[in-house]
């Protein structure tokens, strides 16, 4: 499974296809947009699909069961969800990139690679934070503190 960075089409370009196909509306390239936009989205579902094959198929065939089900419990602890079809064929490569190298190394770790992955700065919508202040910047200082101090008693 390619990370978050090699997925395609990624995020950006399934936002821009939207937008495309919204500005085009009413014109003569509506159609030729529209159709873009559809190639774009059925890219993204069979990328989703593959992703979640395989992702199964591994946590069936794996020799390491209990690593394998470690991952996938830290994957449900550092929930993400997509907003919308644009992010959710990328939530895989979040579990990969984020959790899997962490599962047998240091909590910290995991938490520093998980908070600042481009899903959970999606899923905080961190790109609109203008610092630690922001309300996004606050969420993600609460939910850091609470996973800590869940865990430190």
């Given at each position: ?40 989205r059925q890219a993204t579902n069979a990328v989703y699909d593959q992703a979640m094959r395989s992702s199964l198929a591994r ?95």
């Open positions: 499974m390619p990370g978050f960075d090699a997925v395609t089409p990624s995020v950006r370009d399934f936002h821009q296809a939207g937008q495309t196909r919204n500005k085009a509306r009413g014109t003569a390239e509506a159609e030729a947009t529209e159709e873009a936009f559809r190639a774009v946590q069936v065939g794996a020799n390491v069961g209990f690593r394998t089900r470690l991952t996938m419990f830290f994957a449900d602890h550092f929930t993400v969800k997509s907003r919308n079809t644009a992010q959710r064929h990328v939530f895989v490569a979040y579990a990969e990139d984020a959790i899997g190298p962490h599962v047998n190394g240091y909590f910290r770790d995991m938490l520093r690679a998980v908070a600042t992955h481009p899903m959970m700065l999606l899923y905080l919508e961190q790109y609109r934070s203008m610092g630690p202040l922001s309300r996004a910047g606050q969420r993600l200082g609460r939910d850091t503190r609470a996973v800590s101090f869940s865990l430190n008693g």
